[in-house]
């Protein structure tokens, strides 16, 4: 059977991030990805230039037409822009009882870029994180959530407890891209009981744009799969390790990780 997966994101128009980079992830693994937009970004690998919001109303009506018609094995949410969307969002996710959920907090990119506006975080923190299966905030969106300082994995481990305890999410993973460590990039999971560092050779690149948004739609698509959690998240890792040793030297900027490495016909 066709495993299905749904990508609740931006548009990217440099086609790095976004729901451009979900829906090559989602394919990669063979899912079939479908989307529902909440915002067009004017974007390249430099940076973004301008954003306009797609209404509410539009965006419940693309989750009503592909939940009405489809069984959807696993969702995603990524840049969702502002409160209203949010808050549509939310209540489909709680009114459908949407499941499994990974939301990726989109709220800084790892260039410091702010991606959604300020009245947003409130709704992201108190209507949609506490419905998710598991949230990916980079070390910009933790350091937002937990209020508190975060430079090392020490200081990521503390915000990964308070982020799960203070949010009632089931499983909080810290990304660490940010990190200034020569050699690693590691993860911190925290699932309310046991805590792990998921270790990963840094690959040295400045082609990192989207990373973030493929690690959570490669999570959404292993689970869609059937993989348990800890196992979606480090096969997902993986994939964007590989990804990035795979990176495409595109555009002035920070080019996209290469999400269709060796394809063999
Ligand atoms: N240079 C790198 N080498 C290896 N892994 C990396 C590198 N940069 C990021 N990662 C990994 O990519 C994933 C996404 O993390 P990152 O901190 O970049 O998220 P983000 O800030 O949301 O992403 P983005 O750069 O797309 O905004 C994590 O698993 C992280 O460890
Ligand atoms: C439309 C859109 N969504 C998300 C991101 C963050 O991307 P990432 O954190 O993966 O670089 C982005 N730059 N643009």
Not at 56 to 85: C, R, Y
Request: hydrophobic share 45%.
């Amino acid at each position: 059977m066709t495993k299905i997966a749904l990508t609740i994101a931006g548009s990217d128009s440099g086609g790095g991030a976004g729901v451009q980079a979900d829906l090559r992830t989602f394919a990669f693994h063979k899912i079939h990805g479908t989307s529902a937009i909440t915002c067009v970004t004017a974007q390249n690998t430099v940076g973004v230039t301008d954003v306009a919001a797609i209404t509410p109303k539009l965006v419940q009506a693309q989750l009503a037409a592909i939940f009405d018609d489809m069984s959807v094995d696993a969702v995603k949410t990524g840049m969702l822009l502002n409160q209203e969307i949010i808050e549509a969002v939310a209540k489909f996710i709680r009114e459908r009882n949407v499941h499994p959920l990974v939301v990726d907090p989109v709220m800084v990119s790892r260039a410091g870029v702010q991606l959604i506006d300020d009245s947003a975080v409130i709704s992201l923190k108190t209507s949609l994180l506490p419905q998710a299966t598991i949230i990916t905030p980079n070390l910009y969106e933790a350091r937002i959530l937990s209020n508190q300082e975060i430079n090392t994995v020490e200081e990521m481990k503390q915000a990964a407890v308070t982020i799960q305890k203070q949010l009632g999410v089931p499983v909080v993973l810290i990304k660490g891209g940010g990190l200034s460590d020569r050699y690693q990039s590691p993860d911190v999971w925290f699932d309310g009981h046991n805590g792990e560092i998921l270790t990963g050779e840094r690959i040295v690149t400045k082609n990192t744009h989207g990373t973030g948004c493929t690690l959570s739609s490669a999570i959404a698509a292993n689970l869609a799969l059937g993989k348990d959690l800890l196992t979606a998240v480090k096969e997902a890792k993986h994939y964007v390790t590989v990804a990035l040793q795979n990176s495409l030297d595109i555009g002035q900027g920070n080019g996209p990780v290469g999400h269709f490495f060796p394809l063999l016909l």
